[in-house]
């Protein structure tokens, strides 16, 4: 088994884009809540391919609001596998043939390290002003290291400025508020598929907007292409389709490094996609939740806060978060930053809901600015931990012969097992997610991404080794049509790649 390198961290010492790297590859719900997420609960909301609209569904339950009826409908149809699991979950002493999550996209392998980090005496401070109301976007001790932060890691070619920042309680509460306050009900979001499907609530439980789809295929074309390679002809017509069914689009999300794809855009794609949406005069919302996990060193990373000049900076917002890169997704804390005084004005007002507490924002200022210790040693030894969890997971899908992209970047790589559907349907993909998870192992499929192939699921490779391992032995398990959780070997016989680090 591959192992983690045994380094005493009790205290700390004193590129764009490189070659794109592809691994192995050549319902019936009612209309009772008709319109709900337009508010016009006397007019049927357009019926767009590509769309993404929850407010076709039905509900017997009456204690709740048509609104709270579709929040509801939300939790029961998207959490399935999440709630089983937690039910069930794998514990090495207490429950060993419980549920291995290979299917939440979080960072479980420097738990270490940043225990040791948040624990030093710089991070436990109270004072009173702490403890008080503050500027709702943020203490200006904290916006001003955001600023500097994402000034060094994101290169960009003039220091940020603190009043552009705003600090939230997490990425999708980011999503929330920028959908509330730049859409009006009804309207629409292009985003490319398949994409962190989680966005669909973001956007849509508050502020009521909708997602209209820019489909991509796993295809290559030519020498030039790529496999769900995003265009600006691709966004053209996703564009087109929507006005053609009534639907207006305010704004366009890109998540980059991408998710579930791992894929990052290079300095002239992010141009074009900026450059196409000043010409519809959109809105762009940039995710980089893990902008600071390309764990490969031939592949270089360009945020668009990098670039040299924005094509239309008073509508581009840039989005992170600790919950990825530092592995905190339970901490949450996010941060916009936006040219755009009015949006960050609007958004800072729903932090009275979305806010901080004060400690938090102390904690975070303490870690963001030190910078020795982010550089010297948790970077290089995260992306280290990455790639060797990388590595041992792409080795034993190639020992399979399965298909798979990888773009040394994220937590996770998208695998192809289009050929484990006879039928290659939908259908047939939820049941092999079905007896994944009835072998204890939880996956995400590509429905849940909206990815158009039946076939592609997301494996989650940043969790510790002996959880690693059993987790593929499970999955090796449903795949030669032997679901034995009980006779689980120990993690220990998993095969393993030779001198890797973990």
Request: net charge negative.
């Given at each position: 088994m591959f192992t983690l390198p045994?380094?005493?961290?009790?205290?700390?010492?004193?590129?764009?884009l490189g070659p794109t790297c592809m691994q192995d590859l050549g319902s019936s719900h009612g209309d009772?809540?008709?319109g709900e997420c337009s508010r016009k609960l006397d007019q049927k909301l357009p019926e767009l391919p590509g769309v993404g609209d929850p407010a076709m569904l039905s509900s017997d339950t009456s204690y709740l609001s048509s609104r709270g009826r579709m929040i509801?409908?939300?939790?029961?149809?998207?959490?399935?596998?999440?709630?089983?699991?937690?039910?069930?979950?794998?514990?090495?002493?207490?429950?060993?043939?419980?549920?291995?999550?290979l299917g939440v996209s979080e960072n479980k392998l420097c738990s270490d390290l940043l225990s040791w980090r948040l624990s030093q005496s710089d991070m436990q401070r109270v004072e009173p002003s702490l403890l008080q109301y503050a500027d709702w976007r943020g203490h200006l001790f904290l916006r001003e290291e955001v600023a500097k932060f994402l000034s060094f890691y994101c290169k960009s070619p003039a220091p940020l400025r603190p009043e552009n920042v705003v600090v939230l309680n997490?990425?999708?509460?980011l999503f929330s508020a920028l959908a509330t306050v730049l859409c009006e009900a009804g309207e629409a979001f292009l985003i490319p598929t398949p994409y962190y499907g989680a966005i669909t609530q973001h956007v849509c439980l508050y502020g009521n907007v909708r997602l209209a789809y820019v489909y991509?295929?796993?295809?290559?074309?030519?020498?030039?292409?790529?496999?769900?390679q995003l265009t600006v002809e691709k966004l053209e017509t996703a564009l087109r389709e929507a006005h053609s069914e009534g639907v207006k689009v305010k704004g366009l999300i890109l998540i980059n490094p991408q998710n579930p794809l791992g894929d990052i855009y290079s300095p002239e794609e992010l141009q074009e996609y900026l450059v196409f949406?000043?010409?519809h005069k959109l809105h762009v919302i940039v995710d980089e939740v893990y902008m600071l996990s390309v764990f490969e060193e031939s592949v270089g990373y360009c945020s668009v806060l990098s670039l040299e000049r924005l094509p239309d900076p008073q509508r581009t917002h840039v989005m992170w978060a600790t919950s990825k890169d530092f592995g905190m997704s339970g901490l949450r804390f996010g941060t916009l930053y936006t040219e755009n005084q009015d949006v960050a004005t609007a958004v800072a007002s729903l932090c009275r809901y979305h806010g901080l507490s004060g400690l938090v924002q102390y904690q975070m200022a303490q870690l963001l600015q030190d910078r020795d210790w982010i550089n010297q040693v948790y970077l290089p030894e995260n992306h280290a931990r990455l790639k060797a969890a990388h590595t041992y997971v792409s080795e034993e899908l190639r020992a399979l012969g399965?298909?798979?992209?990888?773009?040394?970047a994220g937590f996770f790589i998208w695998v192809d097992l289009r050929k484990y559907l006879p039928k290659g349907t939908f259908e047939e993909e939820m049941l092999l997610w079905r007896r994944f998870l009835d072998n204890k192992v939880l996956l995400s499929f590509g429905k849940a991404f909206e990815c158009k192939e039946p076939g592609w699921f997301r494996f989650v490779f940043s969790d510790q080794a002996h959880r690693l391992c059993l987790g593929m032995q499970r999955v090796r398990q449903v795949l030669a049509g032997k679901s034995q959780v009980a006779e689980d070997a120990p993690p220990s016989q998993s095969q393993e790649p030779s001198d890797q680090r973990r």
């Open positions: 045994q380094k005493d961290f009790s205290a700390p010492t004193t590129r764009c009772d809540l008709e509801k409908w939300f939790w029961d149809s998207a959490e399935e596998g999440y709630r089983t699991y937690h039910m069930d979950e794998y514990d090495e002493n207490k429950n060993p043939s419980g549920i291995i999550n997490g990425g999708a509460s991509l295929d796993s295809e290559v074309t030519g020498l030039d292409t790529r496999p769900f949406a000043k010409r399965i298909p798979f992209l990888s773009r040394g």
